[in-house]
């Protein structure tokens, strides 16, 4: 049986103890609570360090977007893998040529896409594998805009114009002579002329006075009345006496 004396002597110990956890939960809420700070301004620090990052970043990328144009000097030519030429760009003239990838740079023209500048005019040109099949757009001496068409020869089958302000479409023969002569005539009506082989008239067709249509056919017939002046039978329309 345990005397008085050990009691006492035993709950000395245990309030020791106890005083000791205190003192070393007091010490490790110091630690932690000086742990939470650091945490806190490391989180700060590094949300800083995010923020700047993010901002560098973003400039690095408006950078990379918008960047400085680059200069080339004419003449100068683009090739692909194959070490073919598909892009050229000229000089003097001033012209840009895309070859197709069939080109033959051995020929006069090789096929593709043209385009050419002078002080007399601009035009864009398509050529096809031949050389000589061509379609052609283009504005002569700053004031005539033209589409020109060419056969596999390379003749021009079709001419579409606008002349002195006034429109035009004429269609050739195999020796390059006008066929087919559309335009505007007298009066502001529209005028159509076909020709023969060797490029004569034979049938006009327009307006006299008062806009009334008059068609004429040549050589032979009685004088015709108030159309080009020239010899032939005529059909007009009511009026055309008057």
Sequence with gaps: MATSGSIATAS????????????????????????????LRWRLM??????????????????????????????????????????????????????????????ALPSGAFISTSPTGTSIKAVSQNGHTQSVLGVENENTPEVVLRDSGGLQRLILAVRKDDPELNLTNDSNLYVVSLDQGAFGGGRLQILNATGDARVLAGMVLKGIGVVRVMPDGNPGRGLFGLPGTFLCGVGCAR
């Design 12 to 39: 000395v110990d245990l309030h020791a103890t106890v005083e000791q956890l205190e003192l070393s939960l007091d010490a490790a809420s110091a630690e932690l609570k000086r742990l939470n700070r650091v945490s």
């Design 46 to 107: 590094d949300r800083a360090m995010t923020a700047a990052l993010v901002t560098a970043l973003s400039a690095t990328l408006l950078a990379a977007a918008s960047p400085v144009p680059s200069v080339v000097k004419a003449p100068f030519t683009v090739v692909d893998s194959a070490g073919k030429p598909m892009f050229i760009v000229n000089a003097s003239p001033r012209g840009i040529q895309l070859l197709a990838e069939h080109s033959d740079m051995t020929g």
